[in-house]
């Protein structure tokens, strides 16, 4: 796992002192995640605005999105770290926070599941948390090989299913290849039917209704109660689809299946679940 280092030090502890005394600005639900998954969260002090997992980031300070921090908002929690996502910014405010002694750290967003072991790695070797990385890191592979082993995972292999994010005026928004739902789906063996877009794009209806999915799962931040599930139901193109005759949608949190954390095999299984279910419901 490639990481960006805006400020080196020549040893770990340089920026801090003395480990007790670290202080980090978490950006990023998947940075934030693992980080008190690593046993740092005493020292978190601040995270951004999509940082509500566990319960104990949601109650700290939110220094607004990752994407759009402050020089003034940072530091006026007097850190030492700031360990963000890839996109964390702006580049002017990172500069700054380096000018004035912050280490800032960046990760590239894990889109594999080997990724996300790569990225647990990465933080614990920064936070001088090691052993509880290699520890998690074997946790979260058994947790992933439960899922992946159990026998109703067996029954969703080579199931079609779509992942939609939006849905307005121009179309479906859906999870193409080098997507986190485009790699679970191949995980569990599924097509994804949009895997010839590229990254998020406007799926037509046309080919959704010809590429026919099983089952439709949608992102919670588009709609996770019964009328958006309904909703969706009733677009023209998921409609006339398997999936839209038996409203066979199924919601996922956002935080886990459009960004990797260490709870990625309760969305793997949220998948497998969901298809099976719809899967004896239309044998019935």
Known sequence: MQRIVLFLCTLWACST?????LRIVAAGASVTEIVFALDRGDH?????????????AAELTKLGYFRQLSTEGVLAQNPTHVLGAAATGPDAVLQQ????????IKYNHPRTLDGLLGMIGDIGEDLDATANANTLKLQVKHSIDTVLQSSA???VKGKKALYVVANNDRGLTVAGSHTLPDALFSELGMHNI????NEYKLMSNESVMQANPDVIFMASHFGSDQAAIEALCAHPAIAMTHA?????VTPLSSATSLGLSPRVADTLAQIVEATVATDTQQRD
């Open 97 to 104: 926070l380096e000018a004035a002694g912050v280490r800032v």
């Open 153 to 155: 995972a067996a029954q």
């Open 17 to 21: 002192g003395a480990h007790e005394q």
């Open 244 to 248: 839209g005759k038996q409203c066979a």
């Open 44 to 56: 978190v002090v601040a995270t951004d605005s999509t940082s509500y997992y566990p319960h104990a």
């Open 194 to 197: 949009a895997s010839s877009l």
